[in-house]
Structure formats: structure tokens, C-alpha cells
């Protein structure tokens, strides 16, 4: 649950990827930062909170160079803290290096121990850092190959950047779990977790890096590398349903299209006599809008957000998470008032967003409440990187659809069936994970690892 960005060969490479971070800051919001090289020295800002609060003129022209990497983080594995954030980086015996890293390496504590043992010195808890120590040990000789043989002992899901004095270099794992695309600006290249970043810049989306990919990026131009085994790609497919922005493209599709494909596909199957579709914004909307035009239920905002709050979601107290949804939301009196309202959401995680705003509809005097959902009932953890909690506070782990509509106070609840979700995508050439809908996770975890890696996601607070 991260934004990655880079910039390489341009004269305002820093702001640049100051920008490219703020068009991805709803892929997390806990820290941010930046890695610019000017060609001989590396230098790093990392700070906790928004990318728009830590970086202003000065902190940029302190980044002087025309190669930079950034990195927006929520935490997954690792805590919340700045010597977790992101980009990672270090002067080691070829030089410096910088990192920036989306997803999870699902092996990262086996193989962190295996280190200690022989003696490494760890600075933080992140998954990452695991990797930087694997290239340092490496023997090659080129900054490529040592990353493929780090790579080569990691398991899980990465899209990374790292910067050299002289590289840009762009990977994504051979499942493809999290999105990674290539943008051309006239001299120079950007990469970015979504392309909604370079429409902000004006870099011409290019492709994405494939699955499995290596790009690098240097006075040579490109050069990619295919050096790992071909798998079945694995295509994260909740970053369709809430995750990514819909007006990015990823996957061969449009989020925004997708999410109204699933509306569609949601009016389908569970469409009930109505005055009006709302969706809970902003994350339900495209969800709704895709319900009204299959049903012809007209589409209203009934729910009016303030957009100076962060996500609740990410708020880690839940004293303050339950007072959250208040803060952000409230709903229209005179629209909602004795009308038979569908309310439309991406997903369910604990149901408490759902039940604070099916609250307030009906103190504001509803007089139906039928919930709806755009994606299947969100049952099993995310190790690839998507902070889902663990398997005990997810509602629908535990409990019947019945049970849980009961505690929402709806009259009717209804999730969007597997099958339907997978409709709504089409066949094409793409393949995807739907491992927290499904149970069936595409990757083995290492024998005796699934209770640990429960563990790291629950937190504590989660
Ligand atoms: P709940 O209140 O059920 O715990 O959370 C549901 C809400 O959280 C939905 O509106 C959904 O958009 C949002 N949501 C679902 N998954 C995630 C996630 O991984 N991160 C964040 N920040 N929000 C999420
Ligand atoms: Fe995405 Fe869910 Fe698979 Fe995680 S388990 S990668 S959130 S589809
Ligand atoms: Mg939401």
C-alpha cells in the first residue's frame, strides 16, 4: 500500500517527482519522500505525514539533480515510523543507492534472519531493507545483476525503483501483483505506480513494466531484462475496486470503467425497488453511477464529504476512526428524507463505516436502506502489499451476510458475488489475484510462515 515514483534525466527532477507524489498521495498518506542525485552525491528527504506538508521550495532546492525516486507510504509490513519510510538509502561499497518499494516480501523474515546470524546490522523493520542488504552482499559487478540475485531469494509482490548515481531502475515480480508504468518526457523517462501522475507532468504514457520485468534506465537509454522464471501473472484486483485512482489505467483497463462495470454487474444481481442510488465518496462512486445506469434508479449525492480530512481507514485508533466517518461525512436532509435509498460502497472491512452513515440516513429520515457492495465479501488478509487486517477483524471472516446486515441496520445487504466480479473484468489477456475475496492466495508462503505473516498484518491495533 504505496506510491512509487521516478524521474530520470530531467532538470527538475525533484519537483518533478514532488508532483508525481502528490498525484499518487491515496496510495499512503503516513510518510513520504525523496532521493535525487546529481551524479556524485545522493541526497534523501524523508518526512511522516503528506507529501504537500513536507516538501516546499526550500526542501526541494535542497535536491539538486536530474535523477530522482520518491515514495508516498501507508505501512504494511514494518511499523509506522520515519525509519521505515521511504525511499531507503545507503552508501555502500559501489556507491550510493536508493529505493522505493510497493507491495510485500513475504519471506522478508526468514532471509532478515539468516542475515543477522551472519552478522548484518539492520536500521528498520521494513521488508525492504532486506533486499538492499542482499545486493550489498552480491558479487556482480553491475548494479542490474546484483538486484536480480537479490531478487532471486525474495518471495511475495514488489514494484520498486532505485536510483544509482547514474541509473533509474524500474521492477515489477513475475506475478504483477501491484501496477508499475513507463512514461517519456522529451529527454528523460518517468516511472510511476499509476499514469494518473504523468497527465500532472505531462510524461506521454508509454507502457507498463511487464511482469517480471527489469527496466533500467541510463545514458544507454532502455534496457530491459526478462531474468525470471514466467508465471501466471496475478494482477492485484483490488486496486481496481478502491485502491487506484479512476482515472488510472492499469491492467489493460480504465479503473474508472471497471468500477462502473462492477456497478453494473451489482445491479444485476441484487437490484431492489428504490427512489434513489447514493454512493458513500468518494470510493463508491463510480460503483453507483454504474448501478443507476443499469437500473435507471437516478443517481444523487446524498452524501456530502469534506475533503480536509484524511481516510479514516488509516487512522490507527479506533476511538478516533469511529469519530472519523462523522467528521467526513454528512448526509442531505431534504434529498434523503422518506425516500427508499440504495447506498453504494467499494468493500466492507469492518462494517463501521457502513453502520455510522446507515445511522445518520435514518436519523435524517429514510425510509428504506438497501446496502450495496461492488466487490465480494472481503474474507481473507492481503500479503501482497494491500492493508486489509488480519482474518479476526474482517466482519465478513466471521459472520453471516444475515449477521451483518443486522448490525448495519440496513434492510437489505448485498455483496457482489465472485463470480459477477470476475465478469465484470472480461476475459482478455489479463489474469488477477482476488485472494482476500477468495481464499486462494497465488503464492506458497514459506513452510510454517502463514500464522507469522497474520501476525505482522494485525499489528496489534488492527
Ligand atoms: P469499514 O468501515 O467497513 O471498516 O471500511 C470500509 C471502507 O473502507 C470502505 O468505504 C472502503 O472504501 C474503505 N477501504 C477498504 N479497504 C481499504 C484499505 O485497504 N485502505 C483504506 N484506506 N480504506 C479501505
Ligand atoms: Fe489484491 Fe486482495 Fe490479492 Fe491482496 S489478496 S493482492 S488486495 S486481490
Ligand atoms: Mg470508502
Known amino acids: 500500500m504505496c506510491g512509487i515514483f521516478g524521474i530520470y534525466n530531467h532538470r527538475d527532477a525533484a519537483n518533478l517527482t514532488y508532483l508525481g507524489l502528490h498525484a499518487l498521495q491515496h496510495r499512503g498518506q503516513e510518510s513520504a519522500g525523496i532521493s535525487c542525485t546529481d551524479g556524485e552525491i545522493m541526497r534523501t528527504h524523508r518526512e511522516m505525514g503528506l507529501v504537500s506538508d513536507i516538501f516546499d521550495a526550500r526542501v526541494l532546492s535542497q535536491l539538486p539533480g536530474r535523477s530522482a525516486i520518491g515514495h508516498v507510504r501507508y505501512s504494511t509490513a514494518g511499523s509506522s515510523t520515519i525509519g521505515n519510510a521511504q525511499p531507503l538509502m545507503v552508501e555502500y561499497s559501489r556507491g550510493y543507492l536508493a529505493m522505493a518499494h510497493n507491495g510485500n516480501l513475504t519471506n522478508a523474515k526468514i532471509v532478515k534472519d539468516e542475515l543477522q546470524n551472519y552478522g548484518s546490522i539492520f536500521q528498520s523493520s521494513s521488508d525492504t531493507e532486506v533486499l538492499i542488504h542482499l545486493m550489498a552482499l552480491a558479487h556482480e559487478d553491475s548494479t542490474v545483476k546484483r538486484l536480480i540475485s537479490a531478487l532471486r531469494r525474495m518471495e511475495g509482490s514488489y514494484s520498486i525503483v532505485a536510483l544509482t548515481n547514474h541509473e533509474l531502475v524500474a521492477v515489477r515480480d513475475p506475478h504483477g501483483f501491484r501496477p508499475l508504468c513507463l512514461g517519456k518526457m522529451r529527454d528523460g523517462y518517468a516511472i510511476s505506480s499509476e499514469n494518473c501522475a504523468f497527465d500532472l507532468i505531462g510524461a506521454r ?258
Open 205 to 462: 504514457y508509454v507502457r507498463e513494466i511487464e511482469p517480471g520485468e527489469i527496466l533500467v534506465v541510463d545514458q544507454n537509454g532502455l534496457t530491459s531484462y526478462k531474468p525470471f522464471k514466467e508465471t501466471t501473472h496475478h494482477h492485484c484486483i483490488f486496486e481496481f475496486i478502491y485502491f487506484a485512482r479512476p482515472d488510472s489505467h492499469m491492467f489493460g483497463k480504465t479503473v474508472y470503467s471497471v468500477r462502473k462495470a462492477l456497478g453494473r454487474q451489482l445491479a444485476r444481481e441484487s437490484a431492489v425497488e428504490a427512489d434513489m442510488v447514493i454512493p458513500i465518496p468518494d470510493s463508491g462512486i463510480s460503483a453507483a453511477i454504474g448501478y443507476s445506469q443499469q437500473t435507471g434508479v437516478p443517481f444523487e449525492m446524498g452524501l456530502i464529504r469534506n475533503h480536509y480530512v484524511g481516510r479514516t481507514f488509516i487512522e490507527p485508533r479506533d476511538s478516533i476512526r469511529h469519530f472519523g466517518v462523522k467528521l467526513k461525512l454528512n448526509a442531505l436532509r431534504d434529498i434523503v428524507k422518506g425516500k427508499r435509498i440504495v447506498v453504494i460502497d467499494d468493500s466492507i472491512v469492518r462494517a463501521t463505516t457502513g453502520r455510522k452513515i446507515i445511522k445518520m440516513l435514518r436519523q435524517y429520515g429514510a425510509k428504506e436502506i438497501h446496502f450495496r457492495v461492488s466487490s465480494p465479501a472481503t474474507m481473507y488478509p492481503c500479503f501482497y502489499g494491500i492493508d486489509t487486517p488480519s482474518r479476526s477483524q474482517l466482519i465478513a471472516a466471521s459472520h453471516t451476510l444475515e449477521e451483518i446486515n443486522r448490525y448495519m441496520g440496513s434492510d437489505s445487504l448485498h455483496y457482489l458475488t465472485i463470480e459477477s466480479m470476475r465478469k465484470a473484468l472480461g476475459k482478455g489477456d489479463y489474469t488477477y489475484c482476488d485472494a482476500c475475496f477468495s481464499g486462494s492466495y497465488p503464492s506458497r508462503f514459506p513452510w510454517g510462515m502463514e500464522l507469522e505473516q497474520m501476525e505482522l498484518f494485525a499489528k496489534g491495533e488492527k
